[in-house]
């Protein structure tokens, strides 16, 4: 897991909050690559097809921009929490104007739910590497059946394995995104 420094962030906010116009770019633009992830697994395929997940990040970051002052006045939760909570708004916005729009019915998809590549891709990191034959062989039905059951799980539990897994958010983070 690909971890940023509680500390780094602390002491970004500190000198954010203080008026370092360097610290406050710093401190949103750290947690681009995570953004981007989080967008492309929420991302529905459908809307992906229009959509680039780097286009939401930078939305993201503007809109975090214009309320940064209001957060570091208040600090409600942790950084990252309230940065994933605008990014996932986004996606809820994204979503309502392409089916309000009419460009083409998404019906009832949800932004949050992974799409199929994610949930195979958390198939994969789930299952080790095998490397002969009949080894792939069990591997590729292991991915299958995790696949199956991630699907099965009620979406609370299965939302907090995507959150550990593809997002690669620390526990810390994902107790206070959870509350």
């Known amino acids: 897991m690909s971890a940023l420094k509680d500390s780094d962030t602390d002491a970004l906010i500190a000198l954010a909050a203080s008026g370092d116009v360097a610290a406050c770019e710093n401190l949103l633009q750290r947690h681009r690559d995570r953004l981007h992830r989080l967008i492309t697994i929420r991302l529905d395929g459908k809307l992906a097809k229009r959509v680039d997940p780097s286009d939401?990040?930078?939305?993201?970051?503007?809109?975090?921009?214009?309320?940064?002052?209001d957060y570091l006045r208040n600090q409600p939760i942790a950084f990252y929490p309230w940065l994933r909570r605008i990014a996932l708004n986004q996606l809820i916005d994204l979503y309502r104007h392409h089916v309000r729009a009419g460009k083409r019915s998404l019906d009832r998809e949800q932004p949050f739910e992974i799409n199929d590549e994610s949930t195979l891709l958390?198939?994969?990191?789930?299952?080790?590497?095998?490397d002969s034959p009949s080894r792939q062989m069990i591997r590729d039905e292991l991915k299958r059946r995790i696949s199956e059951a991630l699907g099965q799980m009620p979406e609370d539990q299965r939302e907090i394995i995507v959150m550990r897994?593809?997002?690669?958010?620390?526990?810390?983070?994902?107790?206070?995104?959870?509350?």
């Open 122 to 130: 958390l198939a994969s990191r789930l299952v080790a590497e095998q």
């Open 56 to 69: 939401v990040v930078q939305d993201t970051l503007v809109v975090a921009q214009r309320r940064l002052d």
């Open 165 to 179: 897994y593809l997002e690669e958010l620390p526990i810390k983070e994902i107790a206070a995104i959870l509350g």
